[in-house]
């Protein structure tokens, strides 16, 4: 059982920045791909970015590449989420999730196995 903690979300203005942190209760470097997901309200969830476990490959949602950048570290068993440039756009809650290996799926939610309580984030216009 992997239990995943969010946090680092809050209020900020557009064009400002945030970094969440997800706390992983294993370590995440026994071989766990690690995902960021968002779900504004009224919509579905999406996927945000998606991190292998050793932290070599990246995978973005195209309409955020260049603003967010995921990255681990599996010495503290930790995974981030740096948010740049955010706009109202960006509002939802963020959730953290992790899978033995998500293969060409990483964007599927679906596969994942492990979910955080999630983190609200509001970018103010």
């Known amino acids: 059982q992997v239990q995943l903690v969010e946090s680092g979300g809050g209020l900020v203005q557009a064009g400002g920045s945030l970094r969440l942190s997800c706390a992983a209760s294993v370590r995440t470097s026994s071989y766990y791909d690690m995902a960021w997901f968002r779900q504004a309200p009224g919509k579905e969830r999406e996927f945000v970015a998606a991190i292998t476990w050793s932290g070599q490959s990246t995978y973005y949602a195209s309409s955020l590449k260049g603003r967010f950048t995921i990255s681990r570290d599996n010495a503290k068993n930790m995974m981030y989420l740096q948010m740049n440039s955010l706009k109202p756009e960006d509002t939802a809650v963020y959730y953290c999730?992790?899978?033995?290996?998500?293969?060409?799926?990483?964007?599927?939610?679906?596969?994942?196995?492990?979910w955080g309580q999630g983190t609200q984030v509001t970018v103010s216009s």
């Open positions: 999730a992790c899978v033995s290996g998500f293969g060409i799926s990483a964007y599927r939610a679906s596969i994942y196995d492990y």
